[in-house]
């Protein structure tokens, strides 16, 4: 890896990288060690909008505009609104214990570490012949002609989790 | 060879976010906080997916394809999960996890 000076356009694009790979990886720090709840819905949101950058530097803007549009603009949302709707925020929450904390961090420690021995032992082979056809256009034929049962299930599935989640919800906070 | 051209890049970066999701979803006990760290867990799958569609498949559409189908299916769950959330804080009128334990033998 060699580095390019700093005002040639790969310098500012690898500076970009890394910008954006550090709002992904702060904002999912902030979504699972913050104490508010809320400060874990915006941290999760902040590493969404890495995760989208990243799509953009992998040839995807497709991806990357849905990837805020559902995760951002609706899974985050619908999280707020859960929020609201459940526990209130000034209740007092008694610290974790220490030991649960560290049995975490190792359990994930553990599984950090086998899964980076495993990618770098590795060898990665780029398939023989690859096309390069990264237009939207040949997406959605895709979607429309091979993968049209994908398309039909992931409609058939939204449904019926729509209705699951009407039914289950029903009735608001109070009521019991 | 530049950082963000390199198929290691991403995945030790989607290791990373993984790795991250999982402390989550073990140290935390609100359940709105661990669906968060699922969350996160299904976009460290996605970007692998989506790395290896950038180097290694043979036709780019099919990694985008498979990438909107996990987003779909996360979102999905996201609205049956906090349904369920909202119908246990009805009954329990608490969402940590530790008092929810009705179904313990």
Known sequence: MNFPGFLSPQGIATIAFFVVVAVTLVGALIAVAARN???????????????????LYLNS?????????IYVGAICIAICFAIMLSEPLYLPRPP????KILGAMAG???????????????????AAERSTDWSVTTIGHYLLTNYSLIFEVVSLLLLVAMLGAIV????????? | MLVFNQLETYLYLALLLFAIGLYGVLARRSLIAILISVELILNAASINFMAFNRFLAPHP???QVIALFIMAVAAAEAAIALSII????????????????ELRG
Do not use: Q
């Open chain 2, 61 to 63: 559409a099919v990694g």
């Open chain 1, 108 to 126: 994930s420690g553990l599984v950090f570490i086998f899964l980076l021995l495993l990618t770098k032992k590795t060898k990665w082979v780029p």
């Open chain 1, 61 to 69: 803007p497709f991806v990357a505009l849905m990837e805020i549009l």
């Open chain 1, 168 to 176: 289950i919800a029903r009735g608001g906070r109070g009521s019991s």
């Open chain 2, 86 to 101: 909202v119908a246990v804080y009805r009954k329990l009128k608490s969402i940590n996890i530790e008092h929810a334990t």
């Open chain 1, 96 to 99: 974790r214990k220490f030991t």
């Open chain 1, 37 to 55: 709840i809320f400060h874990n819905v915006l941290g999760l949101a902040m590493s969404l909008i890495g995760v989208a950058g990243l799509f």
